[in-house]
């Protein structure tokens, strides 16, 4: 939706910059006179552009900037990535159940607001019977 409304700004001002620079041509009577006006108001409606040009220009060396240090990172990740993650060593035969020592209890409605719950700080967890 903004980006409509920008679009109409920037349409109306290349509309004003027109009209400024045709009565610059129109209105004096000597050509010369005529093609300096043309020249100073077509210097003058050209700022705004200029100005937004150099701050585009910029903005792309920046983000080239940080593009480089995005595939930089991207790099290190992957190069991360290869030798990371659990490896199992070894396998034990015939186990008929594992037994979890220390499983969160279910939390009741009231017992988000008690401070002194054990395990508090992590209440938004998922608890024993969750999986």
Known sequence: MAQGYFELIGNAYLLLAALVIGA???LP???KVKLAAGAIAACVMSIPFVSAFKRHEEKMVVVAQE???VSRARQRFDELCKTAGEKITHTVDDVDAVM???VRPKLEWKDYADPMLP???MAG???GDSS
């Open 67 to 69: 593009q480089k240090q």
């Open 29 to 31: 009577k000597s050509w």
């Open 100 to 102: 979890l020592l220390k």
């Open 125 to 127: 967890e998922r608890d």
């Open 119 to 121: 395990g508090a700080a």
């Open 24 to 26: 610059a041509l129109w």
